[in-house]
């Protein structure tokens, strides 16, 4: 019975180290700005005071999101240009983020080529970029919801 579950604990090592991962490391979860937009309440037959404020992320495509990490700019309905935050020192979850949208994750930093990319240290400053330089995109290791930013995809 101990040769069997050593054989199978050597397998799943075998595996962890041919896939490269293990379940400690979770995928990015990409999150957008959120934009102001008032919705009416149908319960007061549409009356001024019905009007409530209703905060959806922002709506992108996903070869938008991949053009603003490669330096393009962006611009969304309104004309206003999409900005884009990047985490500098967790590079494990930027190659993550820039791998699972098909860029390479050795993107260009260059803010003199890239004018909407703001590069960020840790993720409390991640959600604070995206909800400063709204409308802006970044990415978290968790789903996070605030009155200012929210998961995207």
Request: glycine share 6%; charged share 15%; hydrophobic share 40%.
């Amino acid at each position: 019975m101990s040769r069997v579950l050593a054989l199978l604990q050597k397998i799943f090592i075998s595996f962890v180290l041919i896939s490269g991962s293990c379940c400690a490391w979770a995928d990015p979860v990409w999150h957008c700005s959120r934009s102001d937009v008032q919705i009416a309440n149908a319960s007061d037959d549409f009356t001024l005071a019905s009007l409530s404020l209703d905060r959806e992320v922002i709506r992108l495509s996903l070869r938008d999101l991949y053009s603003v990490y490669q330096g393009a700019t962006i611009k969304l309905s309104g004309g206003l240009p999409l900005s884009a935050c990047i985490a500098g020192n967790d590079i494990n979850l930027t190659n993550a983020a820039m791998s699972s949208i098909g860029s390479n994750p050795t993107i260009r930093r260059d803010t003199g080529t890239a004018k909407n990319l703001y590069v960020v240290q840790n993720e409390p400053a991640m959600l604070a970029c995206i909800a400063k330089n709204h409308p802006a995109i970044g990415y978290l290791s968790q789903a996070t919801h605030t009155e200012a930013v929210g998961p995207c995809f």
